[in-house]
């Protein structure tokens, strides 16, 4: 018969497991350090670029001594080696440099973004990166705003960098704020850039979809963040952004729709469509630029950026093969550069196309490197995004939202390189060396000894008993 016990079957209850206080300041270094990379345009127009350089070099020393604390599990075979190529060439090229100075100290800036790009992806598990780059994004939309918004309620007018208030009407070019937030002129945000503007915006609406797809806590916040970031993005009111933008929302459906495919060879059909399509609207892009731009306001020759390339490739076809030695940005007061484009009186610093500034710098070879980089990048973020998890003969699992990111911020990339150099240094190149390398180290979400290592530092698993 049943036998009545006051003995529990179960075991005595105990407290959720939850993060350690380590961990937890972790990923806040974390956030910090991608905040820098996101919003390094807007750190130096507050405090200048010496203050800037000082606090980056900073941060970089801060994480080498984490790293050292901490030891994270990494396998050196699966670190991006490519990237390191290019970064080899880079300082290579400080010997023949024509500007060896301004090679020196952007070539530290590269090492210190690469190094951080690493730093990231080594200490968090994945669900910790999106995470980490959600909470970064928050800030550089929420700081935005609010720094646009200061300058309409209490400036009343332009701001130049410094916190500076003209003290005369100058050219809009040189302004940090041109105090358009409430008169519906474009705005630039803490970048004093609309066109560096409306990419974060996009990587912020990226990574908040993503967060929301996964079902994070706090969903209907998400929402809001992403209103407020859609916001931002329209009212830069960025040309290459929006194609961009389209560009980012024709890969998300591409990748959805190969997730869709169960037999053999059924990609096959996909890949053929969508690369008609994609070359398709290359043309009406190409034939149809005159009346494109004209409907978003702007030249079909992107703002003279025509004129700087013809000139930046004449001068870059004298060193054909190696270069003039690496600058990214370019040093304004540099003998060869100041005064050599001129834009609105001021001296442009950067080749508007990360593919003709990487051909002027460090020559053929580079441009060589820089491509296979990005090629290697699309390649495993791409089916990092469309394969089933799978790693035994069970291959039902379910797909992770997180795995789109990478793709996405490919995607985004790849379009702003046409016309902008920003993809070589900060945000760009960190999250091209963050998620490179954390594909190959952790190629599947939350499985593997690095995953499971940072999961258990996260509070998700126990450690095994010795």
């Known amino acids: 018969m049943a036998m009545h016990t006051h003995h529990p079957v179960t075991g005595p209850p105990a407290a959720p497991v939850r993060e350690t206080t380590g961990h937890l300041l972790l990923r806040a270094w974390c956030v910090a350090v991608i905040v820098l ?5 807007g750190l130096v127009n507050a405090v200048g670029p010496v203050a800037a350089g000082v606090v980056v070099v900073g941060s ?4 080498a001594v984490v790293w050292a604390v901490v030891r994270p599990p990494v396998l050196v075979s699966r670190l991006p080696w490519l990237a390191f190529g290019y970064v080899g060439w880079a300082l290579l090229s400080i010997l023949w440099s024509a500007w060896p100075a301004a090679s020196v ?19 968090l598990a994945w669900r910790d990166v999106v995470r980490a780059v959600a909470s970064a994004a928050k800030w550089i939309v929420a700081l935005s705003l ?60 990226i990574v908040f979809a993503v967060r929301f797809a996964a079902r994070a806590p706090r969903r209907p916040l998400l929402l809001v963040w992403i209103a407020v970031a859609a916001y931002l993005f329209i009212r830069a ?46 043309a009406v892009l190409w034939f149809g630029r005159d009346a494109l731009f004209g409907v978003l306001g702007r030249s079909s020759d992107l703002t003279g950026r025509d004129m700087i390339w013809q000139a930046v490739l004449e001068r870059a076809n004298q060193h054909p093969l190696h270069g003039w030695g690496y600058s990214t940005p370019w040093i304004a007061d540099q003998p060869l550069i100041d005064g050599w484009i001129v834009d609105h009186g001021e001296t442009v610093v950067q080749a508007h196309s990360m593919w003709v500034d990487a051909y002027l710098q460090l020559g053929g070879v580079g441009v060589v490197l820089l491509a296979l980089v990005y090629l290697a990048y699309l390649w495993r973020s791409w089916f990092f995004a469309v394969d089933r998890p799978r790693w035994d003969l069970q291959a039902d699992r379910p797909y992770s939202p ?11 990339l790849v379009v702003q ?29 939350g499985v593997g000894p690095a995953e499971q290592t940072l999961s258990i530092e996260r509070g998700e698993l126990q450690r095994p008993a010795p």
């Open 402 to 412: 997180l795995t789109l990111l990478p793709t996405l911020i490919g995607a985004l």
């Open 60 to 63: 970089a020393v801060v994480s």
């Open 105 to 123: 100290v952007t070539w530290l800036m590269l090492a210190v973004t690469t190094f951080q790009g690493l730093f990231v992806g080594a200490m």
């Open 37 to 41: 990379a996101l919003g390094g345009v």
């Open 146 to 205: 609010l720094f646009e918004l200061g300058v309409s309620l209490l400036v009343h007018g332009p701001l130049l960098p410094g916190f500076v208030i003209p003290a005369e009407r100058m050219d809009p070019i040189v302004y940090w704020s041109r105090d358009n937030l409430l008169d519906g002129g474009r705005i630039q945000g803490i970048f004093g850039n609309a066109n560096l503007l409306a990419p974060a915006m996009i990587v912020a609406i």
């Open 237 to 282: 009111g960025s040309a290459t952004a929006v194609v961009a933008a389209a560009f980012v929302a024709l890969v998300l459906v591409t990748v959805l729709v190969m997730r869709t495919a169960r037999r053999p060879g059924e990609r096959t059909r996909w890949y053929l469509l969508f690369a008609l399509l994609g070359v398709g609207g290359g």
């Open 417 to 445: 390189g046409l016309t902008e150099s920003a993809p070589l240094l900060l945000w760009g190149w960190m999250f091209v060396v963050l998620f490179g390398a954390k594909i190959k180290q952790a190629p599947l979400v």
